[in-house]
Structures are given as C-alpha cells and as structure tokens.
C-alpha cells in the first residue's frame, strides 16, 4: 500500500468509520484529508539538502450543506485532520515553520461537493536564522560576526584544548554565510578541508581541535525583521542559500 492509500484508509478508519452514516453525499471527510494532502505537497519548498518547508495555515472552504454537515462532527474531524497531516508531513520529511492550524470556513460560491483548500506558511511571516550546533547546544548567530574559540572573549567559548582562543569566526548577514579562520595553531576544517576562508553551505561542518561545529539555517515564524547586518567590507565570498551555490 502506498503513502496516498496509507493517509486515506487512516482517516477513513479514524473519522469515515464512525460517521458514515451521517454522510450520504457531498464531501466526505476523507476527501478533506485528500486535499491537505495535496496542498502539503503542492507547496512544500526545499529550503537546504535535507530541509522541506510545508505550509502549517490551511482553510478548507466548504458548500454551505457541506459546511453544515461536518460542523455536526465537532472537534473530532479537526483532531483527526491535525493528526493525519502531521503524519503524512513527517512521513515526507516536512518540517514546520510554526504551529499547524485547521480552519473550515463556509464559501457560498461553492457547489456541494466540492472544496477549496487555502494555505500558508507560518501565517505569512517566515524569516530565515543562521545557527551553529555545537555539542548537543545550539548558538543563534545574532551578528555579523561570530567568534569562536576557547577564549573568555570569544562569541562563544568552547572547552577544546585543541583550539586557540579566537580560533574561528562566522560571518552571516541574514542570506549568506562564510567561515574564516582567525590564524589559529591547528587550523580549521571545513567538511573535512582545510581552509583559511570559504563559503558556507548549510549544514556544513566546521572542526576545530575536536569540536564540530554544524551551521544550519532553521524557518521561524516572526513578524517583519529590521533590516540585516552587512557583512564586514574585507568579504569577497559568500554562499547564497536560495541559489545553492557560491556569489560571483
């Protein structure tokens, strides 16, 4: 059985099964979890190598018989649609820019039988942060620059006897990113190689002594950012996410 017939024959099990009867014609309940289904894919957009971003807003738009009909169900229907879109989302690798909600609305320009599904991502509002994982912690790079090393005054100090003190920084102006090394005793790998300065591609991984350090560009729902850092004057590279390669 495939992922459609899974998502179907589950909603018709946890919802269809126990309202059957109520419902002879017009849209059956399985027929809304169809069309989240659909709109999930539809606008699902690839963000990085192992991120999908899928819409968590959605507005089933109903005939007024229908809408009348499913209203009866209470929150039973919206529980069991919540439920089958997180599945099916988590199935197909989605991820959320913020809360799921489901909302029915009446549309009076629609015949029975038929449905229209309105969606959107984190209300409208998604905005792109740059973050660093390190052992288990994750750093939200909130400036231009971020240093790392072992020092006290470092942007943020790790426990690695391996690394110099300002061993590392990370530039990122909200878009792009670039990791340069700050003439540190042992170097710093980028995915394995050495570099003093290079572009940096979401979900690379920077080491230094024996700290890995992951930079990742995570969704969050915020209302309108002020305008972004510039990266510092003396940057000649950098990595444009929606592109998925470097600048000229």
Do not use: C
């Amino acid at each position: 059985m495939g992922l459609l017939d899974s998502f179907e024959k589950g909603l018709e099990r946890a919802v269809n099964s126990a309202f059957a009867k109520t419902f002879r014609s017009g849209i059956q309940p399985v027929e809304i979890a169809s069309a989240l289904r659909s709109e999930l894919d539809k606008k699902a957009a690839v963000v990085s190598r192992d991120r999908i971003l899928a819409p968590n807003t959605f507005t089933v738009r109903l005939a007024p018989a229908d809408d009348d009909r499913m209203r009866t169900l209470g929150p039973a229907l919206g529980d069991e649609l919540d439920a089958l879109v997180h599945k099916h989302a988590k199935a197909q690798g989605y991820s959320f820019a913020g809360p799921v909600t489901i909302s029915i609305a009446r549309d009076d320009q629609l015949s029975t039988g038929t449905l229209r599904v309105d969606s959107s991502a984190a209300q409208g509002a998604v905005t792109w942060r740059g973050v660093v994982d390190i052992a288990g912690r994750r750093y939200p790079l909130a400036k231009s620059r971020t240093v790392i090393g072992r020092g006290s005054d470092a942007d943020i100090t790790i426990s690695d006897a391996g690394t110099s003190r300002r061993h590392v920084e990370i530039l990122w102006d909200g878009e792009r990113a670039m990791v340069r090394d700050l003439k540190s005793t042992n170097g710093t790998l980028l995915n394995g190689q050495k570099v003093a300065e290079a572009a940096l591609a979401p979900d690379s991984t920077v080491t230094i002594g024996r700290t890995d350090i992951v930079f990742r560009v995570v969704a969050q729902a915020a209302p309108p950012a002020p305008p972004k850092p510039p990266l510092p004057s003396d940057v000649t590279r950098a990595f444009d996410i929606r592109e998925g390669g470097p600048l000229p």
